[in-house]
């Protein structure tokens, strides 16, 4: 079993920075894959950032490329999001995800993911 539990979510205007946090627990190896996805009201939720537990893959969304950044510290057992230039529409409940192994093709497609975390909010104000 894994746990995930995020923080870091908050209020910020156009241009600022937020970075979030994912603390992990159970059975986390380096054998998963972690992502973050986002869900705005009324929308579909997306993948935002994704990253392989064994490689230094990592795979964002075109809408957020250049702009967020995913890591993790294994020391800490935390994986980050770091999010600059915020925009507007970058404002939703955020989710930390894992599953084991690399999704290949699904990696930023919700089901391919088996534990989540409860969400932390972003907001954005113009």
């Known amino acids: 079993q894994v746990r995930l539990v995020e923080s870091g979510g908050g209020s910020v205007q156009a241009g600022g920075s937020l970075r979030l946090s994912c603390a992990v627990s159970g059975d986390a190896s380096s054998r998963y894959s972690m992502a973050w996805f986002r869900q705005a009201p009324g929308k579909e939720r997306e993948g935002v950032a994704a990253?392989?537990?064994?490689?230094?893959?990592?795979t964002y969304a075109e809408t957020v490329k250049g702009r967020f950044t995913i890591s993790k510290d294994n020391a800490k057992n935390t994986l980050y999001l770091q999010m600059n230039s915020l925009k507007p529409e970058d404002a939703a409940m955020y989710y930390c995800?894992?599953?084991?192994?690399?999704?290949?093709?699904?990696?930023?497609?919700?089901?391919?993911?088996?534990?989540w975390g409860q969400g932390t909010q972003v907001t954005v104000s113009s």
């Open positions: 990253g392989s537990g064994l490689t230094a893959t990592t």
């Open positions: 995800a894992a599953t084991r192994g690399w999704p290949g093709s699904s990696v930023l497609t919700a089901r391919a993911y088996n534990y």
